[in-house]
């Protein structure tokens, strides 16, 4: 983009279409829902909640950092974390439904990569999550921090394919069967888009979700 006010026109057009699939999220999140699933989701929410106004904890947090694979070639960068030091993401894979399997995950998604975003913004909040009991997933975005490839300006399908890949990566490697994204701002909007192609995402909490006109 050769000025300012051309990229500002575009990702202001990004805004405005993501911002009909966060409409929609916020109208069905619960709809049809188990009554487990909904308790479960209300957890997540609560969760965070806590984890913004509590105080630092005592609780000593692990983490891993692991590579996911995502469209396209692409090693995207990813850090695990979890006061259960026996969640060892580099070992053998978990079971589903085993003992030792968390029954969810919440992956983490930055602000747009070409403003700065990147995983290791989101560490503060990894951190409280996972002293809540929460296992957590944090990612860089293609062409952020430690992945590999290029961001989009529009930080749709690529991005959008790295969510899912994650998603994936939380199913095979950590044996988790439902997934809940907290996204910060385009990381909100590229969570929310992710909503209609994966049944497994369960839940969005949106931070400074990027509505546009």
């Known amino acids: 983009f050769s000025t300012e006010g051309e990229f500002s026109r575009e990702f202001s057009s990004f805004q405005g279409s993501s911002?009909?699939?966060?409409?929609?999220?916020?109208?069905?999140?619960?709809?049809?829902?188990?009554i487990s699933e909904a308790r479960e989701y209300r957890s997540v929410v609560e969760s965070f909640g806590e984890?913004?106004?509590?105080?630092?904890?005592?609780?000593q947090v692990h983490e891993w950092t692991v590579q996911i694979p995502s469209t396209g070639g692409i090693?995207?960068?990813?850090?695990?974390?979890?006061?259960?030091?026996?969640?060892?993401?580099?070992?053998?894979?978990?079971?589903?439904g085993s003992g030792s399997s968390p029954p969810f995950a919440l992956l983490l998604t930055h602000a747009h990569s070409l403003?700065?975003?990147?995983?290791?913004?989101?560490?503060?909040?990894?951190?409280?999550?996972?002293?809540k009991g929460h296992l957590v997933l944090r990612l860089d975005f293609r062409g952020a921090g430690g992945s590999s490839g290029w961001a989009s300006v529009r930080a749709t399908?690529?991005?959008?394919?790295?969510?899912?890949?994650?998603?994936?990566?939380?199913?095979?490697?950590?044996?988790?069967t439902a997934v809940h994204v907290v996204g910060y701002s385009t990381g909100a909007a590229v969570g929310a888009t992710a909503l209609d192609a994966n049944d497994n995402?369960?839940?969005?909490?949106a931070i400074g979700f990027p509505f546009g006109g």
Do not use: C, Y
Not at 81 to 94: C, G, M, N, R, Y
Not at 157 to 176: F, H, P
């Open 19 to 34: 911002s009909n699939k966060l409409r929609k999220h916020l109208r069905n999140t619960l709809a049809g829902r188990t």
């Open 51 to 59: 984890a913004v106004m509590s105080e630092d904890s005592n609780s």
């Open 75 to 96: 090693h995207l960068r990813g850090v695990v974390t979890s006061v259960d030091a026996s969640i060892d993401p580099t070992k053998e894979k978990l079971s589903s």
């Open 115 to 131: 403003l700065g975003g990147r995983g290791d913004m989101m560490k503060p909040l990894a951190e409280r999550l996972a002293q």
């Open 157 to 176: 399908s690529g991005e959008v394919d790295d969510v899912l890949a994650s998603v994936a990566w939380l199913e095979t490697q950590m044996g988790v």
């Open 201 to 205: 995402i369960k839940g969005l909490v």
